[in-house]
């Protein structure tokens, strides 16, 4: 557990006293009040420094402190969506004797619930601390989780709610949101000649948020972007807070938020919408919840409101970047921004933190409700490894001396960004073929052999690949890059078409350097002037047997998409319950050596759950190198340990050595595991000879879509090429899964059908699937292939598509009807209908996402042609 350091005392100079000889002792009593997270001595040395001052210090280095800490009212914000949603907090969940809340933001609604879920959580356990706000308030989404917890709402009737809803349906209007980096008047200015783009948020002084169609969002960007203004783009649509959303609250108004019964509130509940609290009418606050979709969240006037009502600390109750907000709209105010979670360090750990800044400031947590209780007083831990090492060794012996280690530290510091300044590092980094043509090896779709559009490939740059191209942006004169902590992948980062994306670094300190490449991944890079000796290489894991999956094997049979470029595997050694083995040649791409360390994770999966062995990463917690990473060519050795399996993640750690050294640790790699069986998994192998559908005896072929939103559009990528795409995308978001499921079954049924004729392996891209005449679809070959005249009629609904192949003097038709309370015998009679004359009819087993069954009728002389059931 992390240690906290609390001390208080009459006055700053007798604080300081404390801080030189008394740190062993009580907490004490006292305005003047500090706290240190890992009290090092390094961290013990700018204490003193801060105290010295005597101004508040509130929160770098994880540092807090009042010279006279007065109890300040306390206000809860709950945080909305954020692109970087990644809480901790089972920990905290099993601390309250409660469920972990459910964290999956697979689809826009599940990502909601999730937000609300944790801020809901998080208010719990600082009320079990005694920290009870004075006000509370949500950001977008969060103002829902304000108004439950300000008891305007019950949770129960909010739970309610969301069990009868379909999160997975969410229906809104497929609109693109960006973050700019600009005062939300000159956001105005750029937007004006684009009457579609709106003002969806004025977060900050310095932040705001448009919403609009994607082509209209992109030109706005290219022009901030081009006056060096720094802007992402969202990676989920919705028109929240847009009159964009409009037309879809028909189902909100009826059955949402607005239809709860309402209480007096037990906090007062201020909105976003307004800036002000909640009216007392419950007829306004009914209007206000839907107001609060369709009009911008004022956060920057409700923080400057709530600033003006005496409040001084703000808590954000959740992970993100809400309290950089706060800070950034009261800039020069006095304030304390913390964050109740944070994706950085445990969910205990940052709630402690949370707890320690809060009573820095005047007020009186209860630190007895920890269990087991924190540590408040103590002695430091041990000093930072990451300064001159004799000094170091000096200051354990002599404490002065640790002031003076951290005052060499903040020149190099400064010296480093005085060169920066004189020497600039790129601001963005060109991704493409042309600048990274070894990404061609690392392609996550397959097509036949000289496919021309290189964007139907997918090439993706390696999360690997970012942890190195961020050790290079990190780079500093004198220091070697010895780790990487805490890398996230928001977004595949894809090199065709080609895209520039901006490298930001920011210094957390001498050793440590935060990086982040655009909307796509960030992380910490830490430094040091030299490699530490390692860990032991560890012992032999129990039960390993020698791997079925041979290394030739590995890449024959495409358990392994890579080229050459990246595939290093040269021998599987071993495989066990919870482990793996194998050794590496170094192959030549950036990162190749890491990324040989993840195909022995997709080693292990396939040994060990060969029906389900898709995973792609999503989280690397921690690299070590202990010496410099061998060169293309070396042989080395990668002993893998799984610490965690289920169905949506697999965690590992691993370690890489060569002559009996540890080269390399892992921790904290964890892949995100897509939906696969046996069928999926050999579409994703072999797409040339492998089809999501079935054929049924009778001759047609059904497709059932049973994915989420992620492993729906990694399947959807392998069927559809850019010009499909496009089309896809065009698409109602409500019609989309039908509009797939219709279009993967019509490509299938056509392979299925040249198959039979003769023809070779055949990818998806390489038919063009359009509408065609009489409700027919009209396919062709592209790139060169020739196919036969061919009548194709399908028909899709519920996530369900049948199609049915003929000659094309046939004139085929199909049909699905849901068996409803009539049962089969009616849904058959039903589908036969639409079809106006005689057909085969047949029931489909309910083995869809909804299910339920449906009624599938079929004809190859088709008499009539009607438009199939809702």
């Not at 809480?87 to 999730?114: K, N």
């Not at 290219?222 to 009159?243: I, K, N, W, Y």
């Not at 029906?611 to 921690?622: E, L, T």
Request: hydrophobic content about 45%; aromatic content about 6%.
């Amino acid at each position: 557990m992390t240690d906290v350091l609390r001390l208080a005392a009459p006055t700053p100079d007798a604080l300081l006293a404390r801080l030189d000889a008394d740190r062993r002792g009580p907490v004490g009593a006292g305005p003047a009040r500090i706290a240190v997270a890992e009290p090092t001595d390094e961290r013990i040395g700018l204490a003193r420094r801060v105290v010295a001052g005597g101004r508040p210090w509130r929160g770098r280095r994880d540092i807090w402190f009042a010279p006279r800490g007065e109890p300040a009212p306390v206000a809860f914000l709950f945080p909305g969506l954020e692109a970087d949603f990644a809480p901790r907090v089972a920990d905290v969940a099993a601390w309250l004797g409660r469920s972990a809340p459910d964290t999956d933001t697979t689809t826009l609604g599940r990502h909601g619930a999730a937000v609300i879920s944790v801020g809901m959580l998080l208010d719990a356990a600082l009320r079990r601390l005694g920290v009870v706000p004075v006000a509370v308030a949500g950001h977008s989404v969060g103002e829902w989780t304000a108004m439950i917890t300000g008891g305007l709402f019950a949770a129960a009737d909010f739970d309610a709610m969301l069990a009868r809803a379909d999160l997975d349906a969410l229906r809104v209007p497929g609109v693109e949101f960006a973050v700019l980096g600009c005062p939300v008047e000159r956001a105005a200015e750029v937007i004006a000649p684009f009457p579609d783009v709106v003002v969806s948020h004025e977060n900050s002084a310095n932040q705001t948020v448009v919403c609009g169609p994607a082509d209209a969002v992109a030109d706005v960007v290219a022009l901030l972007r081009a006056g060096a203004v720094l802007c992402q783009v969202m990676p989920f649509r919705s028109g929240f807070h847009t009159p964009m959303l409009g037309p879809y609250l028909d189902q909100f108004r009826e059955h949402g938020v607005p239809s709860l019964p309402l209480h007096p509130p037990e906090v007062p509940v201020w909105s976003a919408t307004t800036a002000r609290p909640f009216p007392a009418d419950p007829a306004a606050t009914r209007a206000l919840c839907v107001a609060h979709l369709l009009e911008p969240v004022r956060f920057r006037q409700l923080v400057t409101a709530l600033h003006a009502t005496g409040i001084r600390s703000f808590v954000q109750m959740g992970s993100g970047g809400l309290s950089s907000l706060v800070s950034d709209t009261l800039r020069g105010a006095d304030h304390l921004a913390v964050a109740a979670n944070s994706h950085r360090v445990p969910g205990m750990t940052q709630l402690r933190r949370a707890a320690a800044a809060l009573w820095v400031e005047g007020a009186e947590p209860d630190f007895t409700a920890f269990t087991p209780p924190i540590r408040c007083t103590g002695q430091p831990g041990p000093p930072a490894a990451d300064g001159p090492a004799r000094l170091a060794a000096a200051a354990r012996a002599h404490p002065a001396l640790a002031e003076l280690a951290l005052l060499l530290r903040d020149v190099e510091t400064a010296v480093d960004d005085v060169l920066a300044a004189v020497h600039p590092r790129p601001a963005s980094l060109q991704v493409s073929l042309t600048a990274m043509p070894w990404l061609i090896d690392h392609c996550l779709i397959r097509q036949r052999p000289g496919w021309s559009d290189p964007v139907d490939l997918r090439p993706v740059v390696p999360a690997t690949t970012v942890l190195h191209l961020m050790t290079q942006a990190a780079a500093r004169r004198g220091t070697v890059a010895v780790g990487v902590e805490d890398l996230r992948l928001h977004r595949w980062l894809v090199a065709a078409p080609a895209v520039d994306v901006p490298v930001d670094t920011r210094a957390l300190g001498p050793d440590r350097v935060a990086v982040r490449l655009g909307e796509y991944a960030e992380g910490t890079v830490v430094l040091a002037p030299a490699y530490d000796s390692g860990p032991a290489p560890w012992p032999p894991a129990s039960g390993e047997r020698a791997p079925a999956i041979t290394a030739e094997r590995l890449y024959f049979e495409r358990w392994m998409f890579h080229g050459p470029s990246f595939r290093g595997v040269t021998a599987t050694t071993g495989v066990g319950p919870r482990s793996a083995r194998a050794e590496i040649t170094v192959p030549s791409g950036p990162g190749a050596l890491l990324d040989n360390v993840g195909q022995v994770i997709g080693l292990w999966l396939a040994e060990r759950h060969p029906h389900r062995p898709i995973a792609f990463p999503s989280v690397i917690g921690g690299v070590r190198f202990h010496a410099p990473e061998p060169a293309p060519g070396d042989v080395v050795a990668c002993d893998l340990r799984i610490t965690a399996v289920d169905e949506r993640r697999i965690a590992a750690e691993a370690q890489v050595s060569a002559g009996g050294k540890v080269l390399i640790s892992v921790s904290g790699w964890i892949d995100a595991r897509f939906d696969s069986d046996e069928q999926t998994s050999a579409v994703h192998r072999f797409p040339e000879t492998s089809t999501l559908s079935r054929r049924d005896p009778a001759g047609w072929w059904l497709a059932v879509d049973r994915w989420t939103l992620a492993s729906r559009e990694f399947y959807s990528r392998k069927y559809l090429a850019t010009a499909e795409r496009a089309e896809f995308e065009r698409c109602p978001p409500r019609a989309r899964r039908d509009w797939l499921a219709g279009r993967i079954v019509a490509k299938d049924a056509v392979r299925g059908e040249l198959w039979d004729r003769g023809y070779g392996p055949l990818f998806p891209a390489e038919l063009r699937v359009r509408d065609g005449e009489a409700g027919l679809l009209a396919v062709e070959g592209v790139d060169g292939l020739r196919i036969p005249p061919l009548s194709v009629a399908v028909a899709s609904r519920a996530g369900i598509g049948v199609a049915l192949v003929t000659d094309a003097a046939e004139r085929p038709a199909v049909a699905i009807v849901g068996v409803g309370d009539g049962g089969p015998d009616t849904a058959r009679a039903e589908a036969a209908r639409l079809l106006g004359g005689p057909c085969g009819t047949e029931v489909v087993p309910a083995d869809g996402p909804d299910r339920h069954q449906h009624a599938v009728a079929w004809t190859r002389a088709r008499q009539s042609q009607k438009e199939t059931a809702p």
